[in-house]
């Protein structure tokens, strides 16, 4: 076994915060980001990039899976589909994540990588995304196991914690917070209405700090009608 670890690495606030810590336990640090369609694509690749440099990063791996969001039925990919509230279930992208850690776990075989790191939270209260709880990883492990020659297993350290507890954990880290983006639907500006600008916003204001991101000016408060 080595000490290196596959990534999947958005640009996020989460996985952000897991890239901070492989590179504090000192891994070999090899990242994926996945091109699905979705509509913040410019700048989820912006930061992840800015990220892989600034974590000095050993390698870095673009996949193209856009015919998943020529399928549709999620907000995130489809522009005829916008979200009704912070709610709104079609944040939800059907199998996105199986479908990147299954190029995690391919990628892991050939490189002999034992671990891969996952920057899901919330796992004990999400109902939205089926593919974000304990169970969905257990039986992903299982399945990596049964699947593959490699003792490889899959792990989201921060399964347990929500935005809150991650921002804290990312500050302590030191975490750029500058080169991270939670907006689904835009690529310019925080939208202010989708559930990932809202939990953003509500960790930062917890914790009396300003989100580089926000700009007053340009951010439309979200209200539901």
């Known amino acids: 076994m080595n000490n290196s670890v596959i990534l999947t690495l958005s640009g996020g606030l989460d996985s952000a915060t897991v890239l901070a810590l492989a590179a504090k336990q000192q891994k070999e640090i090899n990242v994926i980001t996945v091109n699905y369609g979705q509509k913040n694509w410019e700048k989820e690749l912006q930061n992840v990039k800015k990220l892989c440099e600034f974590y000095n990063v050993k390698e870095l791996k673009i996949i ?6 020529e399928m549709g039925g999620s907000a995130i990919t489809d522009e005829n589909i916008l979200l009704k509230s912070i709610d709104d279930d079609k944040i939800y992208v059907p199998f996105r994540n199986t479908l990147i850690l299954s190029a995690c776990v391919a990628w892991a075989e050939t490189i002999d990588c034992n671990l891969i790191y996952t920057g899901s939270i919330d796992g004990n209260s999400e109902d939205i995304c089926p593919d974000n709880t304990p169970k969905y990883y257990k039986l992903f492990n299982d399945l990596v196991r049964e699947a593959t020659k490699k003792n490889i297993k899959i792990i989201a350290p921060l399964l347990d914690f929500n935005k809150k507890e991650v921002l ?4 302590e880290l030191g975490v750029p917070l500058e080169h991270t983006w939670s907006c689904v639907t835009s690529n310019l500006y925080p939208c202010g209405k989708c559930f990932s600008c809202s939990d953003r916003k509500n ?6 700090m300003n989100d580089p991101n926000y700009k007053v000016d340009k951010v439309k408060k979200y209200e539901s009608k």
């Open 168 to 171: 804290t954990i990312a500050v």
């Open 203 to 208: 960790a930062f204001d917890s914790l009396g």
């Open 64 to 69: 193209d899976n856009t015919w998943l969001g």
